[in-house]
């Protein structure tokens, strides 16, 4: 049976535990197949980290006292993202999009990045968007099976630059929430 995790805004004074989850993340992936690519203080940043804090845009899973999952939920794309036609038409504002959503690995296989992606759902919902949209890098198939299951529709593979990655495909994915 998976655990009901509970979901929340991190606070401020919660950095130094957001930021050492994210490097147990990197440190634990490693050069892995599924690898998310990313390197500590550079993907995510501490800065990117912080304001995320400071604008209550990173969502914490807890459990027991400790970030099992994060995420962080804003209306900020990559700018490769305006090279692709979306068929869901929405004004920046009108969409959520999911960033840097990853599970404690030792926590894995509860269910928890599920209810983390349902919760990104449910929020964009509650907030009237029209759609979610995310990319996932390219060959990283646990992400892919994840927000596949969850109903996101691959869209399209595109070229981006990521401080971490360089230049490098990722696979768009979308999820509509309103028709139009």
């Not at 304001?51 to 700018?79: C, K, P, R, W, Y």
């Not at 090279?83 to 004004?91: C, D, M, Y």
């Not at 990853?102 to 919760?119: D, E, H, I, N, T």
Request: proline share 4%; hydrophobic share 40%.
């Amino acid at each position: 049976m998976v655990k009901d995790v509970n979901i929340r805004t991190a606070e401020p004074g919660e950095f130094p535990d957001v930021r050492a989850f994210y490097w147990d993340v990197i440190d634990a992936v490693g050069d892995d197949s599924d690898s998310v690519g990313w390197k500590k203080d550079v993907y995510p940043a501490p800065d990117f980290l912080k304001d995320s804090i400071q604008n209550g845009e990173l969502f914490i899973a807890v459990e027991d006292n400790t970030i099992v999952g994060a995420m962080v939920l804003n209306h900020e794309f990559n700018d490769s993202y305006n090279n692709f036609q979306w068929p869901v038409t929405a004004a920046q504002h009108e969409a959520t999009g999911i960033h840097a959503l990853a599970v404690r690995p030792s926590c894995r296989k509860k269910g928890y990045a599920k209810q983390l992606v349902q919760f990104a759902i449910d929020y964009a919902r509650m907030h009237s968007q029209k759609v979610i949209r995310l990319d996932v890098l390219n060959g990283n198939r646990s992400a892919e099976q994840l927000y596949r299951s969850m109903g996101f529709q691959y869209r399209h593979t595109l070229p981006m630059f990521y401080e971490d990655t360089g230049w490098t495909d990722f696979d768009l994915y979308e999820y509509p929430l309103m028709q139009e």
